[in-house]
């Protein structure tokens, strides 16, 4: 792993890159591609935006505002993709590895920050958010039919999860509340179609402008035939910007509108030849694999029987039982329980095995059948205790396999 100044290679001195994200994440996405574009070796922590990981507690006191990415590489703490761009870009400067912004002395890097200004600052989550919503708006879309209408659904579900947790960690209560508030208030500009169609119209002017720059750097390398990306020959922040957002344009079914049948050729050319480059491939790659894997009948299936259980545990009387059953637990550890009580599975052999002995010693003309009935009972109560055993253990890594399936997951 390339490594930053002052560190060595393989001294204990090394910090390593963790990324926490999610693979369908725009800004996950954003993040990963700059990291593999600069060839950097990276830790990965999946956090599952549909199981609301990314509001659980020890996410949000990595991040407070519980969004995705999050880069942490020693003491930093780097919460949006663009931050981590700038932060690789700046802290991995050896020669091996690739820049991803000139310098801005230079015509490229001047280009490169003026569209990472423009590209960066558009408001892609409500483009998605939006489109879900409204696939009116939308044509040829990726996103699953079910998500329109279960949209509003699971963001209601998030705000009863926040609330439930800032009555649960005080600490982290503003944070929550804060979160809710953003969320609550999203949902209302997104659901109003009228604001949609204008942001939708907006992205046309910005789109244009791309489109000329392209225009612009195919007319200075026509002669030399030598292919050209946004700013330069090489692939740089704002390819990453540009990329992603077209790939998350196709995602929504909004390809049609903006480069399809002949409608800006050169943003349609770019898009083809982007989908060929290495790192933008690997990055699609992962997001292609679970919206296929989303419509197969096994995962549909793990998918509804995770539905029906989070469902299922805010049920009153489910609820009820569980405390029962979570104070039963504790109080077997509290110490004069234990003390008159003793462990539940000695209680049984007391209570099983004098009873077992008054059989043997009343009827029992010959030691084999005494030996034969303890032999028996025993073995009995060994498989009763095993068999509890394999299914608790069973039911555990049940639920263990339904998460880790369900959080390789997203819109």
């Not at 804060?178 to 009228?194: F, S, T």
Request: charged share 25%; aromatic share 10%.
């Amino acid at each position: 792993m390339a490594t930053a100044e002052g560190e060595s290679e393989d001294g204990p001195r090394e910090t390593k890159l963790v990324l926490y994200h999610f693979v369908t994440s725009f800004y996950s996405q954003k993040a990963r591609l700059a990291l593999i574009e600069k060839r950097l070796k990276y830790e990965e922590h999946d956090v599952s935006l549909p199981l609301n990981e990314n509001t659980e507690p020890w996410f949000m006191r990595i991040n407070p505002s519980g969004e995705v990415p999050v880069l942490v590489h020693g003491e930093q703490i780097l919460a949006d993709a663009n931050s981590i761009i700038d932060y690789i870009e700046e802290t991995f400067t050896d020669d091996s590895v690739p820049r991803l912004v000139p310098p801005e002395d230079t015509r490229a890097g001047r280009r490169v920050r003026y569209f990472r200004e423009i590209l960066d600052n558009l408001p892609v989550a409500a483009y998605t958010h939006g489109c879900i919503l409204h696939p009116q708006l939308t044509a040829d879309s990726m996103i699953p039919s079910y998500a329109t209408a279960k949209l509003k659904g699971m963001i209601a579900q998030t705000e009863q999860t926040l609330t439930k947790r800032a009555s649960e960690h005080p600490d982290l209560s503003e944070a929550y509340m804060k979160k809710q508030k953003q969320l609550q208030q999203q949902l209302q500009q997104h659901d109003d179609i009228n604001y949609m169609k204008r942001l939708l119209h907006d992205l046309e002017e910005t789109l244009d402008f791309v489109e000329k720059e392209l225009v612009q750097r195919f007319k200075e390398t026509q002669e030399s035939g030598q292919q050209m990306w946004l700013c330069c020959e090489s692939f740089t922040a704002a390819d990453i910007a540009l990329s992603t957002l077209l790939h998350r344009l196709t995602f929504l079914g909004l390809s049609r509108r903006y480069w399809g049948n002949g409608i800006r050729p050169h943003i349609q050319n770019y898009y083809t030849r982007v989908q060929e480059h290495p790192s933008f491939k690997q990055v699609r790659l992962i997001q292609n694999y679970y919206t296929r894997v989303q419509e197969h009948p096994s995962f549909k299936q793990v998918r509804l029987i995770q539905n029906y259980y989070t469902r299922v545990q805010e049920h009153p009387s489910f609820k009820q039982v569980r405390l029962i059953q979570n104070y039963y637990t504790r109080v077997q550890e509290h110490p004069s329980f234990k003390q008159v009580l003793g462990n539940v599975n000695n209680i049984l052999w007391s209570a099983v095995m004098p009873t077992i002995f008054r059989m043997v010693k009343r009827r029992s003309p010959h030691i084999m059948t005494g030996a034969s009935v303890l032999a028996l009972s025993a073995s009995l109560m060994y498989m009763y205790f095993k068999r509890k055993w394999v299914f608790a253990r069973g039911s555990w890594l049940g639920q263990r396999l339904v998460m880790n399936i369900w959080s390789s997951s997203n819109v």
